[in-house]
Antibody, heavy 114, light 112 residues
Framework: EVQLVESGGSLVQPGGSLKLSCVASGFTFSNYWMDWVRQTPGKSLEWIGEINTDGSKTNYAPSIKDRFTISRDNAKSTLYLQMSNVKSDDTAIYYC???????WGQGASVTVSS | DIVMTQAPLSVSVTPGESASISCRSSKSLLHSNGITYVYWYLQKPGKSPQLLIYRMSNLASGVPDRFSGSGSETDFTLKISRVEAEDVGIYYCGQLLENPYTFGAGTKLELK
């Protein structure tokens, strides 16, 4: 069974940093591009960015570019989202997803507040 | 960015009846490879989104064949035949043609 399990969500102060992790199982992680998508309270889905299979290429949404960094460790089947200089607008549930192939994690809750 | 516009924002359906949700993109989602990169997702209450339809008309694994997707280059439809209680939730269309990938605002389906 394909599973994606996020962790690392928490309360963080504006301007602070946070790193989310997503552990994958049930498929060959290194064969797939992976994405992060977030959902703000009561609102739609917002794509954050993606990373290719070996981690050499990333693409980001303009709204978070230069503040967030996506990386991966294929040996650990783990995807990461490093969030820096966070703002209140970054408050959301963050999903790790194999977006083209239909697998989504349960989400990690991030709240940015002083 | 490609804008995805869904209609209606909410729909109320009698169990056993059919429902249709529309989605329009601000740009053609037809790639030169012949594939149309529109996807449909369902987010059940308190759950993560799940893929229903990929590449406009292909049923994702495990999805009942009561669901179907169709459309053209910019206008798309998700049809649900014989709506059941388990179909309640918010339906999103999304375009995965080009970065940044974008999604519609969602259509909330509830039962009468």
């Amino acid at each position: 069974e394909v599973q994606l399990v996020e962790s690392g969500g928490s309360l963080v102060q504006p301007g602070g940093s946070l790193k989310l992790s997503c552990v994958a199982s049930g498929f060959t992680f290194s064969n797939y591009w992976m994405d992060w998508v977030r959902q703000t309270p009561g609102k739609s889905l917002e794509w954050i960015g993606e990373i290719n299979t070996d981690g050499s290429k990333t693409n980001y949404a303009p709204s978070i570019k230069d503040r967030f960094t996506i990386s991966r460790d294929n040996a650990k089947s783990t995807l990461y989202l490093q969030m820096s200089n966070v703002k209140s607008d970054d408050t959301a549930i963050y999903y790790c997803t194999r977006i083209f192939r239909g697998a989504w994690g349960q989400g990690a809750s991030v709240t940015v507040s002083s | 960015d490609i804008v995805m516009t869904q209609a209606p924002l909410s729909v109320s359906v009698t169990p056993g009846e059919s429902a249709s949700i529309s989605c329009r993109s601000s740009k053609s989602l037809l790639h030169s490879n012949g594939i149309t990169y529109v996807y449909w997702y369902l987010q059940k209450p308190g759950k993560s989104p799940q893929l229903l339809i990929y590449r406009m008309s292909n049923l994702a694994s495990g999805v009942p064949d009561r669901f179907s997707g169709s459309g053209s280059e910019t206008d798309f439809t998700l049809k649900i035949s014989r709506v059941e209680a388990e179909d309640v939730g918010i339906y999103y269309c999304g375009q995965l043609l080009e970065n940044p990938y974008t999604f519609g605002a969602g259509t909330k389906l509830e039962l009468k």
